[in-house]
């Protein structure tokens, strides 16, 4: 869900109130003159928090591919996978039986070092759920990507 922080930015909110509820924020155009976006990205539960900066290259497609998995919502075989452009941020699909989607969130350490990794699953309903979901990320990236 999109919200907004202390500031008045966009943030969308990505499961809860399960083990882990997700923040991606502050979407920033580090370079004018190229098409760098970057974002944050936090983990929160009772365990505490867990944020990155994710780079991306015109956000990489996220979008995209999380449209297709709403388009694709009677179903499909295997695993899908997404990754930010220095692979801070994955995403793993997978549709489950109950017309279910499971993303697994990776959020990495930056090389070189990637001392840590926390990974942590939400389930969406296939079809509108995830066009929501699709659509808020959409729109926090949309608001710099002009």
């Not at 983990?43 to 497609?61: H, I, K, L, M, Y």
């Not at 996978?81 to 994955?90: A, E, F, G, N, V």
Request: charged share 20%.
């Amino acid at each position: 869900m999109i919200d907004y922080d202390d500031s008045g930015r966009p943030v969308v909110q990505v499961g809860g109130p399960g083990p882990a509820r997700l923040l991606l924020s502050q979407p920033t155009r580090p370079f004018e003159d190229e098409p760098t976006l970057d974002f944050f990205i936090r983990a929160c539960g009772p365990w505490g928090n867990v944020e990155t900066s994710v780079q991306t290259w015109d956000s990489d497609g996220l979008t995209t591919f999380l449209t297709s998995l709403a388009e694709d919502f009677r179903g499909w075989e295997g695993v899908r996978t997404w990754h930010s452009l220095r692979y801070d941020l994955t995403i793993s699909a997978e549709h489950r039986p109950g017309g279910h989607v499971q993303l697994t969130w990776g959020i990495h350490d930056r090389a070189p070092s990637e001392e840590w990794h926390f990974a942590t699953t939400t389930v969406h309903a296939a079809g509108e759920d995830m066009r929501n979901l699709a659509a808020e990320i959409h729109t926090l990236i949309v608001g710099v990507a002009k």
